[in-house]
């Protein structure tokens, strides 16, 4: 079962490998803190203090981890609900235009920039200042950014919803946008400046990106680097040496094998989008979870 889960988050897109790790980390952190409650009565959540971000700066100082942990970190079900339904219909809608590489960009920058704008809105406007002991999280703004983003790429496009609401993109973006600005003195003000910070962001990205510049290429060559570290870090550094490898035309029969390999995973991928995952004999099943190692 479990060699199974690991295929499917394998075959994921960007977006719902994204809502998966929103989940799980609620359902952890639901559970822990439940458990806490229970055994100590206390209230007190150790993942806020530690993992949403402080307006306060002295305190961002000691927990600069948090600008990107926040929006991994929900603590209300209807706020992860909201979000996480908002990142699968703007995320799929995303990905006809642009690449799951940039999705991911486009969320981690989104989110950093709307925890930078709630920081200093808290640090900058009289209205706030006062209340400058509260915290952010959830991955509104990192979502805010996947949908101004597209927006500004396809504004025209129709965002369909269960066949209930039919909407231009633009329209909508507008309509949050109006919501943002008229929330801000009657509901959550940090909340708010910071959705506005993330939907600024994917906007911005994309109109960088029209102009050939891509803005969050840093974040690529970042996790490339940790990828490779990690990777690195696995392999033996003992190092085995091939002798009089024959080849023909230039290639050798590794590089054959790993030809005939990769056209094996695309039948099979073929077969799973006409078919579905449970249609793969126990073989191809197995083939295409070693392919994911």
Known sequence: ???ELKIKYNLAAIHEKLMILNIGVFAIVSLITTLVFLFTDSKTSFFTNYFAVPANIGELIFKPWTLVSYFFLHTEFWHLLGNMVALYFFGRIFLSFFSSKLLLK???????VAGIAYILSYNIFPALTKT????L???????????FGVTAKAPNYIFNFFNILRIPLWVLSALYTILFISSIPIANAGGELAHLGGAFLGYFYTKRLEAG????????????SLSNMFKASKKSKLKT???NKSKVGGYTKADFN??????KIDVILDKISKSGYDSLTAEEKDLLFRAGK
């Open 1 to 3: 079962m479990w060699k």
């Open 106 to 112: 486009y969320y981690i920058l989104g989110g950093l």
């Open 132 to 135: 400058n002991g509260s915290i």
């Open 137 to 147: 999280l959830g991955a509104s703004g990192a979502v805010f950014a996947v949908l």
């Open 213 to 224: 510049k891509d803005i969050g290429s840093w974040i690529e060559k970042l996790m490339n």
């Open 241 to 243: 040496v091939h002798k």
């Open 258 to 263: 790993e030809f005939n390999n990769q056209k």
